[in-house]
């Protein structure tokens, strides 16, 4: 079975722009929940979609954004980038019913 | 205080060795606890999962919970360099966390080298 996937992998922006980054999560599962990553914060919970509906949401500025499609995927969105948004962000999926969550490779954004 | 500590090391051990790797944790809504590894460049990949308190083991390595005292673990036996990575702890509360019950909280990561 496939894993989770993200694209793109490395994404480079300047201040101001905004960014669109896409998930796929392991065929079956409905749940996918994004993560952002840094050196000093480690992994932090942005959000949580389940079947097209964001279920809980984490302690990000209203520019981070997210939503699903009827087949599960999701994309994540951050308007008027900021230097600190410079992160490894990860997707993680899960099935219905399950705790365990399974991540992708992670898109490497950079804001210059 | 931070929900979950998680001391980041390096810890650098000889090839063979024991590597005993911890966690401590302030929420006692927290059921739910998995280690992940995390190459380098790399996203997080699932090592253990355990509900409540309890030892889980799976080849090499072994996850234990003591609820009572907040405190998670992994052992992992025989290291070898192939298992030079860094090793997060991961939380959630489950049906316990009302709107949040699959919201990983992670530790900070503990950066591991195993010498050959």
Known sequence: ?112 | QKEVEQDPGPLSVPEGAIVSLNCTYSNSAFQYFMWYRQYSRKGPELLMYTYSSGNKEDGRFTAQVDKSSKYISLFIRDSQPSDSATYLCAMSAGELGGGSNYKLTFGKGTLLTVNP
């Open chain 1, 1 to 112: 079975k496939a894993g989770v996937t993200q694209t793109p992998r490395y994404l480079i922006k300047t201040r101001g722009q905004q960014v669109t980054l896409s998930c796929s999560p392991i065929s079956g599962h409905r749940s996918v929940s994004w993560y952002q990553q840094t050196p000093g914060q480690g992994l932090q919970f942005l959000f949580e979609y389940f079947s097209e509906t964001q279920r809980n949401k984490g302690n990000f500025p209203g520019r981070f954004s997210g939503r699903q499609f009827s087949n599960s995927r999701s994309e994540m969105n951050v308007s008027t980038l900021e230097l600190g948004d410079s992160a490894l962000y990860l997707c993680a999926s899960r099935s219905t019913g399950g705790y365990e969550q399974f991540f992708g490779p992670g898109t490497r954004l950079t804001v210059l």
